[in-house]
Each structure stands twice: as C-alpha cells, then as structure tokens.
C-alpha cells in the first residue's frame, strides 16, 4: 500500500496564500498613486467634479487649451516646442558626452583616473539647487540668462556625470579581445570604436538617451529660475502658472495641461521598456 | 610570407616583467608554437607580435622590416583569439567580410572569396546567421575565416582550441595543421597544452615568468630537455626525478642515493664535466623505466613495492614506492603482480638526463 501524505491546510494552500498577502500588500501601497492618476483622466474630462471625486459630465472643454490660446498664457504649441527642444539637447548633448567619456574612463589608463571616477559620481550627488546663485552669476556673465541655451548648457553639464558612468558600465563589459581583433582586421582605434564598440553599447546610449531626455522633460526649477519671458516657457512652467494663478484655479485645465504633459513620458516608457530593464540586470561596476 | 625576428624583447606593465628579454625567430611558412603555464608571458609576446602591445624595448621583425612602430591594421596579420572575439552585431558573412571592407573592397569583388573560403571550412550553410546563434566549433571556423580571408603575411592563434570540448578539440587540431600545410603561412600558436604544440607545431619555444626556456623541434623539446623546468612541464604523465649524486664504484659512475643506483652511460659520461658539483636530480621519462617482477643478475635494478595501478586503456601506469618516492611507470605490459608486492625498476641508462641541481641545467646543454 502506497503510504500517502496528509498536507495541512497551511501546506496545501501557502504559496497561493503568500502569493495573495503580497498582491494586496502592494495595491494598498500603489493605491493612492494609482487614484491620483485615475482623478487627474477622469476630471480632465468632466466638466465638474461631484465633492471633488465623482465626475459630472463628459466634455472636452478642458482641452480646448490644444486649439485656442487660453488669455494671459503663450500658446501651447509653442510651450511645447520649446520643452521638446530642451529635452532632445540635452539628451543630445549627453549622448554626445558620455559615448565619449564613458569610453575613455573604460578603456584608457591615466593619472588620477580613480579621482577622476569617485569626483563625477560626488559631483552628480550636489543638490544642484545649492549652486542657484552662482549659476545665476555664470548665466548673467554669458548673457545666457532667460534663454532656452543657458537652462539646455546647466541641465546637460549636471547629467553627464552620471551618464558617463552608466556608459563606462556598458562600455566594461565588452572584451578587449573585440576590441583587439578590430585592430588586427585593419581598422583604427576610432573606427574600431565606431563600427564595433558603439554598436555593442546601443542598450547603453538608450537607457543614457531615455533618462536625459526625461530629464529635461521634467525641467522646473532652472527654468523657473532663470527663464523670464513667457516665450520661453516650457510645460512645466505652463503648469506651475496654472496652479498659481492669481484669478482662479480653473481645475478642469490644470488636470488636462497635466495629462498633456505626462504623455510623452509614458509614450517613452513604452518603447524603452526592454533598455530600462538592461540597465538593472548589467548594473554599472567601477 | 614573411619571417619573423624578435630580438631581445621586453614588456613591462608597470614592475610587474610580462616578457623578459626573449629572442627567437620564425622561418618562412614554420608554424611555431609558444608554450607555458598560464602567466607566462606567451600571450602577451603574441599581442606585441600583433602590434597591440609596443614593446618596453627590443625590437621585431616582418622579414626585413623593423615594425616596432607600425599600426596593427598595417601589419597585415590574420589573428584568432581564445574567446574567437567575433563581432556579436554582424552576420557570420558580414564578420568574415569585415577585413576585407577594410581595404574598401566592394561586395561584388569579394563575395566569391568570402563563399570559398566559408565552403572551405564548412561554414557556408551558416552566412547568415548571428555568431550567437551558432556552436563553439563553428564560431571556431568564423574566426579562422576572418582571420584568413586576407590572406595575411603571418598567421597568430591565441589558444584557439582551449574552449572546446575534448572531442572537437583533437579534430580541430588536424584541421588547423592542415590549413597551415596548404597555405604554407608563417604561424605563431600560443597554447599552454603540451599536446596541442608537440603535435602541430614545426619548432616550440617553452616559456615560463617571461623568459625562453627552451626553443626546439617537439623531438629535441622531448628527448633533450636543456632544463628541469621544460623537463618537468613536458610529457604526461610527468617525468620522474630523483636527487642523486655522481659516485665512481668500481670503474663505473652512477648517481647514487639512499635507495638508487643509477648507471651513468658512456654517452652521457663526457657531459659529467659540465657539473658543478656532484649533487645532481636524475631525470627519467616513465616509458623509459622497465619493470622487472623477479630480481635478475646482471642488471642495476632498484627494488620497490608496487603502489598502485592506473590503468589507460592501452597503456598501464605502474606507480611504484621507492623510499619515500613514488615512480611513475608506462608500459603496455600487463605485470602479474599484485599492489603491495615488490617489484624490481631499471632504467635505460641511453634515455637518463641529469640535470645540476644548484642551476637546474641539463648537462647535456
């Protein structure tokens, strides 16, 4: 005769039991992020919110922002123009950076290459509000102050630290025997780096690219600064003018400006997923 | 086709001697091997031999042509390295291709050559694949494609064969001697397996901490070892030694010791000069020992008691206790005797090498 088990209760069910725990544990925490987003789409599309979380009525008046000017604001239009180019420059002006520096900090031996390695990581880790005063100086010396240049120039120099450290983590972990056999087939270094290595690293510039670009999406507080005129506002002054305004908080526009500006951030997400994931598996090593 | 002439090279990274003064040559078409433990220094001459490393000093030469400071890509070399170090992003046709497009070749002039040469090795059915996709032994093969393709003037191999499997291995290793018969190409062969060098290569030069021990054909590395340290890293199972010392007993030499007495042949006996001292290791390769189950007259035969038995198949390793030594023996014999009992060792007095044991130098050098 067969000797059978007797599981418990506990023994049969435990690993539907935890797995239950750990689910609820969760969406108690991602709760009220996940609400606030769920107000923020339901209320930019209601024309009243019933004690403020029920809506009323489905409309589209709040996004009339998109195809008329709202008095007393610069066109959307050109808000958005203006967020894009800072995002893509520094995301430019960081790739450019740190494909660059990534490589020689990997790749090349020299003097205080350590101290070099440890100062941009501190560097990175300076609240960059802490320098406001001083940046103000260097942008009123450069005549850059109150223009898109001089926020592009601060944001980029205080991404690149850490871009060129993520970089050099990529850049780590391709043989030298790749980059040798390169040499041998008859290329020069810099095109052995070109056609070799920079193609090896794709994961790298993008996961660089996505964070830069981000970034620079979500600048406030140098343009808050340091930006004046309304033409060269970007989305996150345009929202910030919203919620400060000294007539009235029109809600219904403060949720749909906000949604308009979250898109282009999830939109990225999205496509970027896989890089982003890379990132978290090679890790960066020093 | 080239020679290759290094003379009194050295590397140095930082203090640390990675090549330490090492002359040697390569003939036109030779295939040469360098061999050592790992940490040696084999490695590292070959990337200087390739140009990735410049030498700290001495000097290298392609035929007549000093190329100390000439670029890699300049020196027309076809390398393979031991990770084969293929282009992950690029098609086996677009890796194999890759040193031609260097040259600025167009597709349609070389497309044939890069089919040939992929039909030669057996690769042509795999062109369009990546090299992830792809075996251990078949990335072997894209690896000597690129590395042959442009008809390079010498031919470099860092252990190419280490990281396949033993099977794959030993069929690797007729084909890549075979590749070098047909091209006639000057080649050096970096491996740190005695087998692999004894087998494929023309001449090997053994090397250990960055010097030349020895430079010779497998036959002279073998039978004539100029020091302990070739001595001992050549031939599996490892040749015995013995700490002895030279005595005269009754108008002949051995090398003697507590439990030994070896006969020192007349051939080796005018080398005996070259001593320091008489205290010496005696050498002998485990084939060169026989063994004798009942004491016989006549012989110098030293009595021990039978170990252990290691079988091979064809051969049988007879491990027999002497004093506190253990020999090693090979043979194809199969001795009736049983583990425990005595047994009796000669040696054959033409195949003994004697080696001082302050220099640790042959004496037949």
Redesign the interface.
Same mark, same amino acid.
């Given at each position: 005769m067969m000797k059978e088990y007797r599981l418990t209760f506990w023994q049969m069910k435990k690993e539907k039991i935890t797995k239950a725990v750990i689910i609820s544990i969760l969406i108690v925490i991602t709760l009220p992020i996940m609400l606030t987003y769920a107000w923020l789409i339901l209320a930019s599309f209601s024309t009243d919110m019933k004690y403020g979380i029920i809506p009323v009525k489905f409309t589209l008046h709040n996004w009339r922002f998109l195809w008329k000017s709202i008095e007393g604001y610069p066109p959307i239009w050109r808000v958005f123009f203006n967020t894009l180019v800072l995002a893509l420059s520094v995301m430019g002006l960081e790739v450019f950076a740190t494909i660059l520096g990534g490589y020689a900090l990997s790749r090349f031996k020299f003097r205080l290459r350590e101290t070099l390695l440890k100062t941009v990581l501190v560097i990175h880790a300076f609240p960059s509000i802490s320098l406001l005063v001083a940046i103000y100086y260097i942008l009123k010396i450069t005549g850059l102050i109150d223009t898109l240049t001089g926020v592009i120039l601060l944001k980029a120099s205080l991404e690149i630290p850490w871009g060129i450290w993520i970089m050099k983590g990529f850049y780590d972990q391709i043989?030298w025997?790749?980059e040798?056999?390169?040499?041998?087939?008859?290329?020069?270094r810099i095109?052995v780096w070109w056609k070799?290595i920079l193609?090896?690293v794709k994961p790298g510039i993008a996961v660089a690219g996505i964070f830069s670009f981000l970034s620079g999406w979500s600048e406030f507080v140098f343009i808050n600064t340091f930006i004046l005129s309304q033409n060269t506002w970007t989305l996150s002054t345009y929202v910030k003018a919203i919620i400060g305004d000294f007539r009235f908080v029109d809600y219904g526009l403060l949720t749909s400006v906000s949604l308009f500006y979250i898109i282009p951030t999830i939109v990225f997400f999205v496509f970027a997923n896989k890089y982003l994931l890379r990132v978290n598996i090679t890790g960066t090593k020093g | 086709m080239t020679s290759i002439r290094v003379i009194q090279l050295k590397k140095y990274f930082g203090k640390v001697k990675a090549v330490d003064n090492i002359s040697f040559e390569v003939k036109e078409g030779e295939f040469m091997a360098l061999l050592g433990p790992s940490g040696c220094g084999k490695t590292t001459t070959l990337?200087t031999l390739?140009?990735?490393y410049k030498p700290t000093s001495g000097e290298i030469y392609f035929g007549d042509y000093l190329v100390n400071d000439v670029?890699?890509?300049d020196?027309n070399?076809?390398?393979v @390295?031991?990770?084969y +170090?293929?282009?992950?992003?690029m098609s086996v046709y677009e890796n194999i291709s @890759?040193?031609l497009k +260097?040259?600025g070749s167009k597709k349609k002039d070389f497309h044939e050559k890069v089919l040939g040469i992929a039909e030669k090795l057996g690769i042509g059915h795999l062109l369009d694949r990546k090299p992830s996709e792809i075996s251990g032994g078949q990335q072997q093969r894209v690896a000597l494609a690129?590395?042959l393709i442009?008809e390079p003037q010498i031919f470099?191999l860092d252990e190419p064969l280490s990281n396949l499997d033993a099977r794959l291995r030993v069929l690797m290793r007729a084909e890549i001697k075979k590749l070098q018969n047909d091209l006639k190409i000057t080649t050096v062969y970096v491996t740190h397996d005695q087998v692999e060098a004894l087998t494929m290569a023309d001449r090997i030069a053994v090397f250990s901490n960055g010097k030349i021990m020895q430079i010779g054909n497998p036959d002279e590395i073998y039978n004539r070892p100029h020091n302990l340290f070739v001595a001992q890293f050549i031939g599996n199972p490892p040749m015995n030694f013995i700490e002895a010392e030279i005595k005269e007993i009754e108008g002949s030499t051995f090398a003697t010791s507590e439990h030994f007495r070896i006969r020192i042949s007349d051939t080796l006996k005018p080398y005996l000069k070259n001593l320091n001292s008489p205290e010496v290791i005696v050498g002998i390769r485990p084939e060169d020992v026989k063994i004798y189950e009942n004491e016989e007259l006549n012989k110098d035969l030293t009595e021990g008691i039978l170990y252990v038995i290691e079988p091979l198949g064809r051969d049988e390793i007879y491990n027999v206790k002497v004093g506190d030594t253990i020999l090693k023996v090979i043979t194809e014999e199969r001795l009736k005797v049983e583990v425990g009992k005595r047994v009796y060792c000669g040696f054959d007095a033409e195949k003994v090498h004697i080696f001082d044991r302050e220099s640790e130098i042959s004496i037949r050098r």
């Amino acid at each position: 005769m067969m000797k059978e088990y007797r599981l418990t209760f506990w023994q049969m069910k435990k690993e539907k039991i935890t797995k239950a725990v750990i689910i609820s544990i969760l969406i108690v925490i991602t709760l009220p992020i996940m609400l606030t987003y769920a107000w923020l789409i339901l209320a930019s599309f209601s024309t009243d919110m019933k004690y403020g979380i029920i809506p009323v009525k489905f409309t589209l008046h709040n996004w009339r922002f998109l195809w008329k000017s709202i008095e007393g604001y610069p066109p959307i239009w050109r808000v958005f123009f203006n967020t894009l180019v800072l995002a893509l420059s520094v995301m430019g002006l960081e790739v450019f950076a740190t494909i660059l520096g990534g490589y020689a900090l990997s790749r090349f031996k020299f003097r205080l290459r350590e101290t070099l390695l440890k100062t941009v990581l501190v560097i990175h880790a300076f609240p960059s509000i802490s320098l406001l005063v001083a940046i103000y100086y260097i942008l009123k010396i450069t005549g850059l102050i109150d223009t898109l240049t001089g926020v592009i120039l601060l944001k980029a120099s205080l991404e690149i630290p850490w871009g060129i450290w993520i970089m050099k983590g990529f850049y780590d972990q391709i043989p030298w025997e790749v980059e040798f056999a390169g040499l041998v087939d008859g290329y020069s270094r810099i095109q052995v780096w070109w056609k070799v290595i920079l193609p090896l690293v794709k994961p790298g510039i993008a996961v660089a690219g996505i964070f830069s670009f981000l970034s620079g999406w979500s600048e406030f507080v140098f343009i808050n600064t340091f930006i004046l005129s309304q033409n060269t506002w970007t989305l996150s002054t345009y929202v910030k003018a919203i919620i400060g305004d000294f007539r009235f908080v029109d809600y219904g526009l403060l949720t749909s400006v906000s949604l308009f500006y979250i898109i282009p951030t999830i939109v990225f997400f999205v496509f970027a997923n896989k890089y982003l994931l890379r990132v978290n598996i090679t890790g960066t090593k020093g | 086709m080239t020679s290759i002439r290094v003379i009194q090279l050295k590397k140095y990274f930082g203090k640390v001697k990675a090549v330490d003064n090492i002359s040697f040559e390569v003939k036109e078409g030779e295939f040469m091997a360098l061999l050592g433990p790992s940490g040696c220094g084999k490695t590292t001459t070959l990337l200087t031999l390739a140009g990735i490393y410049k030498p700290t000093s001495g000097e290298i030469y392609f035929g007549d042509y000093l190329v100390n400071d000439v670029q890699p890509r300049d020196r027309n070399i076809g390398m393979v @390295f031991q990770s084969y +170090a293929l282009y992950p992003h690029m098609s086996v046709y677009e890796n194999i291709s @890759f040193p031609l497009k +260097a040259k600025g070749s167009k597709k349609k002039d070389f497309h044939e050559k890069v089919l040939g040469i992929a039909e030669k090795l057996g690769i042509g059915h795999l062109l369009d694949r990546k090299p992830s996709e792809i075996s251990g032994g078949q990335q072997q093969r894209v690896a000597l494609a690129r590395a042959l393709i442009k008809e390079p003037q010498i031919f470099l191999l860092d252990e190419p064969l280490s990281n396949l499997d033993a099977r794959l291995r030993v069929l690797m290793r007729a084909e890549i001697k075979k590749l070098q018969n047909d091209l006639k190409i000057t080649t050096v062969y970096v491996t740190h397996d005695q087998v692999e060098a004894l087998t494929m290569a023309d001449r090997i030069a053994v090397f250990s901490n960055g010097k030349i021990m020895q430079i010779g054909n497998p036959d002279e590395i073998y039978n004539r070892p100029h020091n302990l340290f070739v001595a001992q890293f050549i031939g599996n199972p490892p040749m015995n030694f013995i700490e002895a010392e030279i005595k005269e007993i009754e108008g002949s030499t051995f090398a003697t010791s507590e439990h030994f007495r070896i006969r020192i042949s007349d051939t080796l006996k005018p080398y005996l000069k070259n001593l320091n001292s008489p205290e010496v290791i005696v050498g002998i390769r485990p084939e060169d020992v026989k063994i004798y189950e009942n004491e016989e007259l006549n012989k110098d035969l030293t009595e021990g008691i039978l170990y252990v038995i290691e079988p091979l198949g064809r051969d049988e390793i007879y491990n027999v206790k002497v004093g506190d030594t253990i020999l090693k023996v090979i043979t194809e014999e199969r001795l009736k005797v049983e583990v425990g009992k005595r047994v009796y060792c000669g040696f054959d007095a033409e195949k003994v090498h004697i080696f001082d044991r302050e220099s640790e130098i042959s004496i037949r050098r």
